[in-house]
């Protein structure tokens, strides 16, 4: 198990680490300096030869139910197309501290990770067909500056199935 140097005593990524190791799910992973924004993974997704997700956390007005949305890293993204799809009402972006305290993560390192700490299951993972038909999985390891390449069919068959997650995959 390679665990990054820039997790530390971060206990969090520590277990999803050790969860990638558990289910022996192979990854290669690069650091780098920080990255935020889809274009600053434009060398990362050089560097894996792969192309990056793009994670949001997103939620209703109310702030009662959560998404996780799981896209190409370079669509744009479209609050309309989204809730159409899923026949729900708009949504928007939650809360940082919310995705923190919900999920770990902070802005610019949201992941598919994050489940792992969702034990109630109050973050619904809807994946776009088009980043689940990838053969490859590009995405943070929970911080802004390692990022990885995995099998998407590693994520969407054992990873989420270990974190007790049932993403619901949709054509936008």
């Known amino acids: 198990m390679i665990i990054s140097e820039n997790v530390g005593d971060n206990n969090i990524l520590i277990l999803f ?15 780098t300096d920080e990255a935020v924004t889809m274009d600053d993974c434009v060398l990362i997704d050089q560097k894996l030869n792969m192309k990056m997700v793009k994670t949001l956390f997103l939620c209703n007005r109310k702030k009662t139910i959560f998404y996780l949305f799981i896209t190409a890293g370079r669509k744009v993204f479209d609050t309309k197309y989204f809730s159409s799809a899923l026949g729900i009402s708009r949504v928007s972006f939650a809360p940082a501290e919310m995705m923190e305290e919900m999920l770990g993560n902070k802005i610019g390192a949201a992941t598919v990770f994050g489940t792992l700490l969702d034990q109630d299951r109050d973050v619904q993972v809807i994946i776009d067909k088009e ?35 049932k993403p619901v995959i949709v054509d936008i």
């Open 131 to 165: 980043a689940a038909d990838e053969e490859f999985y590009g995405c943070s390891d929970g911080t802004t500056t390692c990022y990885m390449k995995i099998r998407t069919e590693d994520i969407i068959e054992r990873f989420l199935s270990f974190a007790k997650h």
């Open 17 to 31: 680490y050790k969860a990638l190791a558990q289910l022996k799910i192979p990854y290669e992973r690069v650091e």
